[in-house]
T-cell receptor, first 115, second 115 residues
Framework: DTAVSQTPKYLVTQMGNDKSIKCEQN?????MYWYKQDSKKFLKIMFS???????INETVPNRFSPKSPDKAHLNLHINSLELGDSAVYFCASSQDGGQGAETQYFGPGTRLLVL | AQSVTQLGSHVSVSEGALVLLRCNYSSSVPPYLFWYVQYPNQGLQLLLKYTTGATLVKGINGFEAEFKKSETSFHLTKPSAHMSDAAEYFC?????????????FGAGTRLFVKA
């Protein structure tokens, strides 16, 4: 069983389109995250959710809107895609983000290419 | 503010040689420190972490790291490199104040292992 899964694995789209990436974790964790990894492998937190509530929004453009329908799911919707959005997006989860010592479990990533 | 610096974006070793990947951190409160590994086209997975207690931490696949507060370092070592160790390695820091919601990752070090 995959602990943290993401769909789709690859996403190729045109500038200006709207797209969604889905994430599901079956670990029973309370906290979920979205990270963006650029072409130089730099990993940056975008959003953190705890028990479906937004905790961290790291100066991400309003075009990015996360949605957490329940604790096991955290989806990412992106409006009006731009060339600079091309990256690998990782979903992750942890038991409880509040303490800081928790291990994060990462999904396999979604490779987004905007043409 | 927290920060992580990984010295060397690329490290190349011969199979059987010592692996040393360097990480220095900055944190105004006691840190929690992590090493994650990313194999090609995969998500990150935890190698080891330091939270409290013993400063020498052992992880999976024969890796270990030592927390040195005086040097603000958390270098990763392995006595004998294996071809399968070739991957991207990320050092990360969080703390009780910000929690894991805002884990900061270093820029990564790519490890090459030569036969």
């Amino acid at each position: 069983d995959t602990a943290v899964s993401q769909t789709p694995k690859y996403l190729v789209t045109q500038m200006g389109n709207d797209k969604s990436i889905k994430c599901e974790q079956n670990l029973g964790h309370d906290t979920m995250y979205w990270y963006k990894q650029d072409s130089k492998k730099f990993l940056k937190i975008m959003f953190s959710y705890n028990n479906k509530e937004l905790i961290i929004n790291e100066t991400v453009p309003n075009r990015f809107s996360p949605k957490s329908p329940d604790k096991a799911h955290l989806n990412l919707h992106i409006n009006s895609l731009e060339l600079g959005d091309s990256a690998v997006y990782f979903c992750a989860s942890s038991q409880d983000g509040g303490q800081g010592a928790e291990t994060q479990y990462f999904g396999p990533g979604t490779r987004l290419l905007v043409l | 503010a927290q920060s992580v610096t990984q010295l060397g974006s690329h490290v190349s070793v011969s199979e059987g040689a010592l692996v040393l990947l360097r990480c220095n951190y900055s944190s105004s409160v006691p840190p929690y420190l992590f090493w994650y590994v990313q194999y090609p086209n995969q998500g990150l997975q935890l190698l080891l972490k330091y939270t409290t207690g013993a400063t020498l931490v052992k992880g999976i696949n024969g890796f270990e790291a030592e927390f040195k507060k005086s040097e603000t370092s958390f270098h990763l070592t392995k006595p004998s490199a294996h071809m399968s160790d070739a991957a991207e390695y990320f050092c990360a820091v969080s703390d009780r104040r910000t929690g894991g919601f805002k884990t900061i990752f270093g820029a990564g070090t790519r490890l090459f292992v030569k036969a």
